[in-house]
């Protein structure tokens, strides 16, 4: 069983967030490249902020992209350009729309190889249901930091993507090549307020 970390659903809901715990990184990170993405059956665990169990399993990897489903019944297509954002497609999923499409009108930088100076951002539109959406999402690495999370200690890029409505934050681990933590925080959607932290990764 090999252990590895994958990347995290943007659509689950939840009524509480709880805080990552940051401290002062133990050593200087080098600059981080892509990491690879691979094999189907990947299942990446975490504690969910409202203290249940959350799973998700990447599926397929097709033209679209990267094709995952959760725990929950929650569906979703991840671009291959982005590994933080956006997710293109979903169905079945708790929190704003159970349904919709994204689509990146504009793009500027890369998330690709973090470092100090990582910024980009990207101006995005879409539909679901009965809403259509616009906006622009800016992100960029904000520091680094060390967390604790379930299964350890790692020093981390802190990664910030902002709109106008929410804000979102991975904690991305060199050492283990992808994020330990994820957090979401929506001015109107309780349901959109949460935090994931890595319990174990299971590469079947």
């Known amino acids: 069983m090999k252990i590895k970390i994958l990347g995290f659903v943007l659509l689950c809901g939840s009524v509480s967030v709880f805080a990552v715990d940051e401290m002062p990184i133990s ?20 504690r969910h902020s409202d203290g249940s169990r959350y799973e998700q399993e990447l599926l397929s990897i097709d033209d679209n992209g990267l094709n995952w489903k959760d725990n929950r019944g929650c569906t979703w297509t991840q671009p291959r350009f982005f590994e933080f954002e956006p997710v293109t497609e979903w169905a079945n999923c708790a929190g704003g729309v159970e349904k919709g499409r994204q689509y ?21 539109r879409g539909i679901g249901g009965s809403y259509n959406w616009r906006g622009t999402r800016r992100c960029k690495v904000d520091g680094q930091v060390r967390v604790s999370v379930p299964i350890g200690e790692y020093d981390t890029y802190k990664v910030v993507c902002k709109t106008q409505w929410d804000e979102r ?31 174990e990764i299971v590469d079947q």
């Open 169 to 199: 934050t991975w904690w991305v681990s060199p050492e283990l090549g992808d994020a330990v933590a994820y957090k979401r925080w929506h001015e109107n959607d309780a349901e959109r307020r949460y935090t994931l932290e890595v319990i």
């Open 104 to 124: 990146i009108d504009s793009a500027k930088g890369a998330a690709w190889p973090l470092n100090d100076d990582t910024e980009f951002h990207y101006r995005y």
């Open 27 to 46: 050593t200087e990170l080098p600059t981080m490249e892509k990491p690879t993405r691979g094999d189907v059956g990947y299942v990446w665990v975490a």
